[in-house]
């Protein structure tokens, strides 16, 4: 693997004890690199994009439409995407509408736990500018100031159809090698981290949650 | 804890010693927020012994939007797009309460076509509510056939929504003065073909889940509710109908058309997870029931909304009300301040799952088995959006 | 029944503005001293065993928050809303978390949304719905939440927020340029 500035130096992890430091990894993350032969890396893309494992964690008011998505009507199993309990085991995040600041700690924390590669789709207008609680004292507004979006979805709230056709989406562009917002997140590793930091006041978890 | 029976005498509500952690004889765990088994985005952080819970905390704001702060920045008729989002998975309660605390305050009369109709949106979404409960409850316990049956049922549900309100989920539906719109045309065929399904349905879902050992075995004894721990405990709804107690807002302080309405308020007694899921069950039938009612008692014309005033300058007059109402798990109450002006002044939504989910989930999970935990809090029906607003 | 019972409340606890309120609420008003020993009279000696909800209301003009206690009584019926002016600049109440299982939460969320303290009631300065907040308690009415928000959270640009109002003039009256009159 080609080493990368970053790579060199380790991770503050200025919010935690003493204690804590000892335990919990300061290594930094390194972006994802493509195998060096298209052919394989293109096969490799069919396989992701054909098994969309989704991590349930129903963020806000959207993920209520991911219940019917995931069952007998509108069956998203048909095109490979299942909910996973844990973070380790899926491949996509779905932001299920407005994030509070409380959940936007937690979900930094299951992103970075989440395996590479990773994708994140946001639904609705909360996480693009704040939709109807852009004045509201808790939810943040931008949400890719944060994490980095692969795909929007519009609507309050999107139609599981809506939602089929982002999955539907979200397929073609991996295939074709576009979704990069894992890489993104790491190649911007610091200044996606002071955002955090300037909205999470009592950050007290790792700076990257291995 | 002990419980202490009588109206006066108190239960223990002191809090438990904190357990000391650092003997290794407990273990602590924390369900939620990020986690299938429960019930929307909230967490328990539970202290064990072995496998058996002896605390447990809830841990609320996941979801927080400061709707009430909110409410008071706009003006009457945009808040009215802002209510239905506090409790999602039924809107239509939260629309119909703030719609009556104006009307109560500001002297409004709904036109009687209105309150027919009102009350047919509050049944269907009592129905998909708790038809999406149902599957909640099934999946808690492992039986995701069941909810692959109710949720494509609520989704069918959701359909006539559209039909009736133009959407899915937030329908926006009840003004206050009225309601947005009539009927479709061949809407009634439509929904009475739906009601005879679903009760094809809810005989094959007792069939399967409520008469499984397996179920049964998990449910039966689990989270007991008993008739003294429901006024201390601020228990509503559902929850207190299963330990003994038959009140319903719908029978003792009728609103909108209940009155002219026949059913009966259904009770229990053993107050455990399985006599509040069988119930829930019955009130789903109940609720099938009095929508073919609705739609045959409902007026088929006149008006749908009184005559209001300039809504963009709509100033209603200084005041204060709380008004209520029976949703699926309870008393669901809005109480508004007004002073005259054209913002409202204060609005505190009353959610049922506030009680449930805090003061009476900590107590319930002491003693359970930690598999059972999901199944606790889904017997509960709590739902986050409106204990943090 | 019910008047007898506010008679003797003015007699016994020098209750006040006595009001019925649609569509079926009294509320009354009692001073913070004797606040919290009526409350527990309603409940073991009038029924009201059913607490709806405490809540309060800022009347930063006045210079007071106005707590309410909504109590039911299931047997006849009745709603009944106890007022309890505080001052804001000493914010403080007693606890009634020994009368309700479910009070101590309100308590926890009045101190956290309004900086109103509670003395004696369990995890009263636990968060409850925010985390690592340092401004104001947010439900003031002098809280400001849309400065805040777009002070911590900013706004994407190119993001446009329409007065409906102002919006609907030029709607209404495109050829008078937006003038209603």
């Known amino acids: 693997m080609k080493k990368t500035p970053s790579t060199l130096s380790t991770l503050e992890n200025a919010g935690l004890s003493a204690e804590d430091q000892l335990l919990f990894s300061n290594a930094r993350p390194r972006p994802y690199e493509p195998y060096p032969i298209k052919a394989i890396e293109d096969f490799a893309n069919w396989a992701r994009a054909n098994s969309l494992w989704i991590l349930a964690f129903g963020t806000g008011c959207c993920s209520i439409e991911l219940r019917p998505l995931m069952t007998a009507r509108f069956d998203a199993s048909r095109f490979g995407v299942a909910g996973r309990p844990t973070p380790r085991q899926s491949s996509v995040f779905i932001i299920g509408g407005y994030v509070s600041v409380k959940t936007l700690k937690r979900i930094v924390r299951s992103y970075e736990q989440m395996q590479g590669p990773k994708f994140i789709i946001a639904l609705g207008s909360c996480p693009a500018n704040g939709g109807m609680y852009f004045d509201s004292y808790n939810t943040i507004n931008q949400f890719d100031l944060y994490l980095p979006v692969d795909l929007y979805v519009t609507g309050c709230m999107p139609r599981p159809e809506a939602l089929l056709g982002a999955i539907l989406e979200l397929q073609d562009d991996i295939k074709a090698g576009k979704c990069d917002g894992a890489n993104r997140y790491i190649e911007h590793f610091d200044e996606y981290k002071a955002n955090q930091k300037k909205v999470i006041k009592d950050w007290n978890m790792p700076d990257y949650n291995w | 804890m002990t419980l202490v029976t009588g109206h006066s005498a108190a239960l223990d509500f002191a809090q438990p010693d904190p357990v000391d952690l650092s003997s290794g004889k407990y273990v602590k765990l924390w369900q939620g927020p990020q986690h299938p088994g429960i019930t929307g985005n909230m967490s328990l952080e539970l202290v064990l012994d072995g496998d058996t819970i002896i605390e447990c905390k809830t841990h609320v704001g996941y979801l927080h939007r400061g709707f009430e702060k909110l409410m008071e920045q706009r003006t009457f008729i945009q808040n009215f797009t802002v209510v239905c989002r506090i409790a999602v998975p039924e809107p239509a309660f939260n629309e119909y309460l703030y719609a009556a605390a104006i009307e109560a305050i500001s002297g409004v009369q709904s036109p009687p076509r209105a309150q027919w109709l009102r009350t047919l949106n509050l049944e269907m979404m009592r129905l998909a509510s708790f038809l999406m409960w149902i599957g909640g409850q099934g999946g808690a316990f492992g039986q995701y056939t069941v909810a692959n049956w109710s949720l494509t049922y609520r989704d069918y549900v959701l359909d006539l929504f559209e039909e009736m309100t133009g959407a899915r989920i937030y329908h926006m539906y009840m003004v206050p003065g009225g309601v947005r719109a009539g009927l479709p045309a061949g809407f009634e065929k439509r929904i009475l073909k739906l009601m005879d399904d679903t009760d094809k349905l809810l005989d094959q879902i007792e069939r399967v889940m409520y008469n499984n050992v397996v179920f049964k075995a998990r449910a039966k004894g689990l989270g007991v509710i008993t008739r003294e721990m429901v006024d201390p405990y601020g228990v509503v709804g559902p929850n207190a109908r299963a330990s003994g107690f038959r009140r319903d807002l719908r029978k003792d302080e009728p609103y909108l058309v209940y009155d002219q309405l026949d059913f009966n308020v259904i009770s229990g007694s053993a107050g455990d997870a399985y006599e509040r899921a069988y119930l829930r069950l019955q009130e789903t039938r109940q609720s099938v029931n009095l929508i073919r009612q609705v739609i045959a008692g409902a007026p088929s014309d006149g008006p749908f909304q009184a005559d209001m005033p300039n809504l963009l300058h709509w100033k209603v007059p200084a005041g204060e009300t709380y008004v209520k109402a029976e949703c699926t798990r309870g008393e669901y109450g809005y109480y508004m301040v007004t002073d005259g002006t054209e913002i409202v002044r204060r609005v505190h939504v009353r959610g049922p799952s506030y009680t449930h989910a805090i003061a009476l989930m900590e107590r319930l999970a002491v003693g359970t088995n930690i598999a059972d935990i999901a199944g606790l809090m889904v017997s509960l029906h709590t739902y986050p959006p409106e204990i943090e607003r | ?181």
């Open chain 3, 1 to 181: 029944m019910m008047s007898e019972l506010l008679d003797r409340l003015v007699r016994d606890f020098g209750v006040t503005d006595i009001t019925e309120r649609p569509p079926a609420i009294t509320t009354l008003k009692v001073s913070k001293e004797n606040g919290e020993r009526l409350i527990r009279e309603l409940r073991d000696r009038e029924g009201f065993t059913h607490l709806n909800f405490i809540a309060c209301t800022d009347w930063i003009e006045d210079g007071i928050f106005r707590l309410i206690y909504m109590l039911h009584n299931y047997d006849s019926k009745q709603n009944l809303g106890v007022h309890i002016d505080i001052k804001r600049d000493h914010a403080e109440m007693t606890s009634i978390h020994t009368l309700w299982a479910q009070a101590w939460t309100y308590q926890r969320e009045l101190r956290e949304m309004y900086g109103i303290h509670f003395p004696g009631s369990p995890r009263l300065e636990e968060d409850f719905c925010l985390e690592g907040w340092d401004a104001m308690p947010p439900m003031r009415r002098d809280f400001d939440t849309a400065k805040y928000s777009a002070e911590r959270f900013g706004h994407r640009e190119g993001r446009v927020s329409l007065v409906p109002r102002d919006h609907m003039k030029v709607q209404l009256y495109p050829n008078r340029g937006g003038d209603e009159s």
